[in-house]
């Protein structure tokens, strides 16, 4: 299992640091507060850049067209079994496709085996959800050949609904570290079980460990959606802490103004 790990911390020689400990007073902020801060703000982004990119609702639905198509190259209907045979035996697919339609579903698996197709190992029956393994993409074939599509359109609509697991790990590590999450939305964070959590190190040098310990979270993030949701919290945490700064010497100027 993959256990992912990034560590917000505070050093003395970053802009927000370096501002901290020259306005303690005006900013009325411990360093142990600006650290979850950031470490909220970075699981939100690194939820963000995990696949399906983004938090839209284009994202979702892209999500699920993705996971659609991962099921389909794992389970086939008769039909495509069919055309498939018929590449290479059609009387082994006129035989096969007559018993389907007769509902003799395992003479159509052994007239399947007798034909002379890349297909002729896999079985034909109900669905088997143990064939498909979440995160993982089906290979050259399908696994199994399946006699409902109502059940595999079931099947399809039930996992379509995991949609939004992966990213909700690293919501779920913001959650770990107390306060408001802000920023995602309900088809990410509607995932309590994902295995997201947090490691928070108190005092002065207070640091926070997001951890991540999802088996394919690095099949459905990439170096450069880590890299970017790196800068993207720090420099929004910068921008914020700028501007509460600039409101605070705004307000002591003009208070500073009125008493002249």
């Known amino acids: 299992m993959s ?14 640091a370096r501002l901290l400990n020259r306005y303690p007073e005006k900013v009325g902020r411990t360093m142990e507060s600006l650290v979850k801060q950031e470490a909220r703000g970075l699981a939100v982004e690194l939820a963000r850049n995990t696949r399906p990119f983004g938090f839209s609702e284009k994202a979702k639905k892209l999500g699920e ?3 659609a198509k991962d099921i389909s190259g794992v389970f086939a ?5 069919f055309e498939e045979i018929r590449k290479s035996d059609p009387g082994a697919a006129d035989r096969f496709w007559s018993n389907i339609q007769n509902r003799r579903f395992s003479r159509a698996e052994t007239a399947l085996r007798s034909s002379s197709s890349g297909w002729k190992d896999l079985t034909v029956g109900r669905l088997d959800p143990k064939l498909h393994k979440w995160g993982q993409l089906g290979g050259d074939k399908p696994k199994q050949i399946v006699t409902s599509s109502k059940a595999l359109d079931t099947y399809i609509a039930k996992i379509q609904k995991r949609v939004g697991f992966a990213k ?4 779920n590590a913001a959650k770990a570290i107390g306060g ?3 920023g995602s939305v309900q088809w990410v964070t509607r995932h309590k079980l994902s295995p ?11 640091s926070v460990t997001l951890i991540n310990n999802l088996d394919y979270i690095e099949e459905v993030s990439t170096y450069t959606g880590i890299n ?9 945490l910068r921008k914020a802490l700028s501007t509460s700064l600039t409101k605070i010497n705004d307000k002591v100027n003009r208070s500073m103004r009125k008493a002249s």
């Open 77 to 81: 209907l008769p039909s495509a079994a």
């Open 168 to 171: 909700g790990t690293w919501i």
């Open 196 to 206: 997201g959590t947090a490691t928070v190190k108190t005092g002065d040098k207070a």
């Open 180 to 182: 408001r999450v802000r």
């Open 228 to 236: 970017l949701a790196l800068q993207v919290a720090a420099g929004r």
């Open 65 to 67: 067209r993705a996971v």
């Open 3 to 16: 256990d992912v790990r990034f560590t917000a911390k505070m050093k003395g020689g970053s802009d927000v």
